[in-house]
């Protein structure tokens, strides 16, 4: 089983439209959440931390699930410029807790 | 967040060389990775940066492979040696900023896109 697994999409939505994503992590002795966002060939750029009683910023909600080991994100009123792969990221535990886990990704197209 | 640089943003060598990538991070910060993300693929850690002593490696990656330089808090270097057509890939340095609000939080530098004929 991967460590973090996502839906790859691609995701096609409507400028205006809702939409969410979900993830999934194997390990539930992680404690650091994250949501990454990577246009293509760039690197990824944090979008938002997630705490566990889930965030908000913006357009943007972040939801923690620890029971289920589950993390979503929510972007309301779609842009076409949140057009991206959206990365799922935890952090590892065991002998190095610094690293990031990174996830495929899923990709979002936002269309006119 | 700190600002990152590296250093070439891409190349293309020929198998068997050496490319030596550089890291230079404007503030002081005491965690330095390295990453791989090969084409169509999403980011694995190379190994952690330490200042002053060995990097730590990830399982499948060894210093023999990809020797790593910390010589201070703001500056690192990756090597990638005796190359061959499977290390194309973009290789990504990031810091873990003290200031961010949530530990672990980390920021990518943009990058160097490594082409192997």
């Known amino acids: 089983r991967k460590e973090v697994e996502q839906d790859p999409g691609p995701f096609n939505v409507p400028e205006g439209a809702t939409v969410a994503f979900n993830c999934t992590y194997s390990n539930s002795a992680s404690q650091s959440f994250f949501w990454y966002r990577q246009d293509c060939r760039k690197e990824p750029k944090l979008l938002m931390s997630v705490y566990s009683s889930g965030n908000e910023d913006g357009r943007f909600t972040a939801q923690l699930n620890r029971a289920s080991q589950y993390i979503s994100l929510l972007i309301r009123d779609s842009k076409l410029s949140d057009s991206a792969t959206y990365l799922c990221?935890?952090?590892?535990?065991?002998?190095?807790?610094?690293?990031?886990?990174f996830g495929t990704g899923t990709r979002l197209q936002v269309f006119p | 967040s700190a600002v990152i640089s590296q250093k070439p943003s891409r190349d293309i060598c020929q198998r068997g060389t050496s490319l030596t990538i550089q890291c230079q991070v404007d503030?002081?910060?005491?965690?330095m990775f390295w990453y791989r993300q090969q084409p169509g693929q999403s980011l694995t850690l190379i190994a952690t940066?330490?200042?002053?002593?060995?990097?730590?490696?990830e399982s499948g990656f060894v210093i023999d492979k990809f020797p790593i330089s910390r010589p201070n808090l703001t500056f690192s270097t990756l090597t990638v040696s005796n190359m061959s057509p499977e290390d194309s890939s973009i290789y990504l340095c990031s810091v873990e900023d003290l200031a961010g609000r949530q530990r672990n939080e980390q920021f990518f530098g943009p990058g160097t896109r490594l082409t192997v004929l």
């Open positions: 990221v935890v952090n590892g535990v065991l002998y190095n807790t610094d690293k990031l886990i």
């Open positions: 940066a330490n200042q002053g002593s060995e990097a730590t490696y």
């Open positions: 503030s002081q910060v005491t965690m």
